[in-house]
C-alpha cells in the first residue's frame, strides 16, 4: 500500500536549506496500522503530508497503492487524494455551516465522484451510524462535544472508501477517557474496512495498540 523509498524533504530558509527528513524508508500494507511517534518539530506531520499528496519529497520516491505520487501534477494529486486517502486531523476542520450529515458529504463536492448522490447519502448516515451520531445528522459542529466531532471527521475520512487513512493527532484534544474511547472506535471502524493506517501521535497508549511503531529521530524512521 505504501511505499516510500530513501525519501527527503529540505526547506530554503534565509540562512540556507534546513533539512527535515533524510533518506526515510517506510512500508505500510493493506489492512495494517503504523503509529508515527516523536518530539514536536521532527517531521512527523512534513512526512504525513508526504504521504497524502499535500506536498512532494525533495528526493526519493512514495507509492500509494502503486501510484508514483511525485508523478502527479497539483490537479491529478487533488483527484487522488479524494479518491484514495481519508484524512483526520486534530481540528477536524468541519464546517460551522454545514449539519454533520453536509459535512460528511463533503469530499463528494471535489469532483470525480462516480456514484448516485443517492448511494453516498446512504453510506454517510450509515457510516454516521457506525460512530454513534445517528441522531445528530442535522446538528451543527458546534453542538457537538469534542469527541463528537472527532467521530464526524472518521466518518467523514471513510465516505469515499480510502485505501489509506492518515490521521495527525486524532486523540490529541481529548481527556485520556474519551481519547481512550474513540481510539477503540478507530481502530475498530480502520479494521473493519481493511484501510491502511499511520497515526501520529504523542499517545503511547495509542501507538502500542497499532501494529508497529516507528520513531522519527533525526530525520529517519527507527522501529
Known sequence: MIEAS???KSYETPAGP???LRDLDLRVGAGESAAIIGPSGSGKTTLLNLLGALDQPSAGSIRVGGEELGKLDAAAAARFRNRTIGFVFQLHYLLPQCSVLENVLVPRLAGG???PEAETRARAEALLGQVG????LGHRPFQLSGGEQLRVA???ALINRPKLILADEPTGSLDPATGERIADLFLRTQES???ALVVVTHNPGLA???NRTYRLADGRLVD
Not at 451520531?133 to 445528530?136: F, K, V
Request: charged share 35%; no cysteine.
Open 6 to 8: 530513501r525519501v527527503s
Open 18 to 20: 534546513v533539512s527535515v
Open 113 to 115: 465522484w462516480e456514484e
Open 133 to 136: 451520531l445517528q441522531d445528530r
Open 154 to 156: 472518521i466518518a467523514r
Open 193 to 195: 474496512a481493511h484501510v
Open 208 to 210: 502500542r495498540r497499532l
